[in-house]
């Protein structure tokens, strides 16, 4: 029976051969990155410092062949050929919360913009009685609903809310665009209405706000993925974040822009806190023009010890962490979760991805 040991962690780990290595490093619980779970993202990369893994099944963009020379793996699409020693990479400020099942009841659903809705829900159940339900700012979480005696609707949706809401007042905020075709989304303001349960699985994600970071935050954000995105500014600037945080919320056209309001109040209560509203299409007096990853690049920002938090599509995702590591940013100072369509692999599968298209942005295996 094969060995995974991580020396830095003095861990030792026992795994059956042809294992998926993700799957036993969550297993024992051991601070990984991960999100999309099926090689697009990279997030999962660690060192291989020794053994033998049969990589098979990922995206170059997430593990180019530079990399890959360099020793390190996605742990996702790793399978374990025999012992193995691995060393873990960015692990700064990595907080690994356990994984919670909520019961919740819907107490509000607003729309903030056309068939764009805010979900609010109250915790009525966890499964740790007495333990409160605890994520930190820019996670996700799988939310589900029955819709029959044997059927069940789940997508991954990031938490709008900061965490405090959650420990201290037991409510989840979560930003869903209602699209034809959202097997979830569609059920909102029909199946899921005031009162209606709704089951919560998480947290989940790496792209979360490293407190103990004394730099410059950006957060970019595309659609709703403003969600997470307010979650982290909301939480450095109410812990007493005294560095500049910029946000940078990016939307199509001037109708679907919502936020205003709220970002505006953060720059009225908060001295370094700035916001840019960017519209691709008719931008209104005010708002930035372009996309909101172009407009970020635009910028004169000075990215020197500064961490940047993305959350939208892969497309904008990829390309705008490739274009701030090729100016110098760090790997470990870009944090996202895109969105990516599940593969109908068994590796997905094993790992608990859905099975189904999930919609949304900030949160893996969404539609922008």
């Known amino acids: 029976m094969p060995t995974i040991s991580i020396p830095a962690l003095a861990l030792h780990m026992q795994a059956d051969l042809d294992d998926n290595l993700l799957k036993v490093l969550r297993r024992s619980k051991v601070p990984i990155h991960y999100s999309c779970k099926q090689g697009e993202c990279g997030s999962c990369k660690c060192v291989l410092e020794s053994g033998a893994v049969e990589l098979h099944g ?51 659903l607003t729309e903030l913009a056309p ?55 037991d409510e989840l ?24 349960a709704v089951f919560v699985d998480g947290p989940m994600g790496s792209s979360h706000f490293r407190p103990r970071h004394e730099g410059a935050l950006y957060a970019v954000a595309a659609g709703t993925g403003l969600a997470p995105m307010l979650s982290i500014a909301k939480t450095a600037l109410d812990n007493g974040k005294l560095e500049p945080v910029v946000l940078y919320a990016g939307f199509k056209t001037p109708q ?6 709220e970002l505006a109040d953060l720059a009225r209560r908060f001295a370094n806190f700035r916001f840019h509203i960017v519209v691709e299409q008719g931008a209104h007096a005010g708002d930035r023009s372009g996309r909101v990853g172009d407009v970020l690049l635009g910028d004169p920002n000075s990215l020197d010890g500064s961490k940047v938090y993305l959350a939208g599509s892969p497309a904008m995702v990829e390309a705008v962490s490739a274009a701030l590591i090729e100016r110098g940013l760090p790997y470990g100072d870009v944090h996202a979760d895109a969105f990516y369509a599940p593969r109908a692999v068994d590796e997905a599968a094993a790992l608990g991805a859905p099975a189904a298209e999930t919609e949304h942005v900030a949160a893996p295996r969404a539609e922008v």
Do not use: N, W
Request: proline letters at 4%; glycine letters at 8%.
């Open 173 to 196: 905020e979560f930003h869903i665009r209602r699209t034809p075709t959202g097997a979830f989304s569609g059920l909102l303001g029909r199946a899921v209405v005031l009162g209606s």
């Open 256 to 261: 679907e822009v919502y936020g205003r309001d």
């Open 58 to 108: 990922y995206k170059d963009t997430a593990l180019p062949e530079v990399q890959r020379a360099q020793g390190l793996i996605l742990a996702c699409c790793s399978r374990i050929k025999g012992d193995v020693q691995l060393r873990l990479v960015d692990s700064d400020d990595y907080i690994v919360h356990p994984e919670r099942h909520l019961v919740t009841t819907v107490i509000g």
């Open 115 to 169: 068939e764009v809705f805010s979900l609010r829900l109250k915790i009525r159940y966890v499964d740790r009685e007495g333990e409160p339900f605890i994520f930190s700012a820019g996670q996700y979480a799988q939310l589900s609903v029955q819709t029959g005696p044997h059927t069940t609707i789940a997508r991954d949706f990031s938490m709008a809310s900061t965490p405090v809401e959650a420990e201290y007042d």
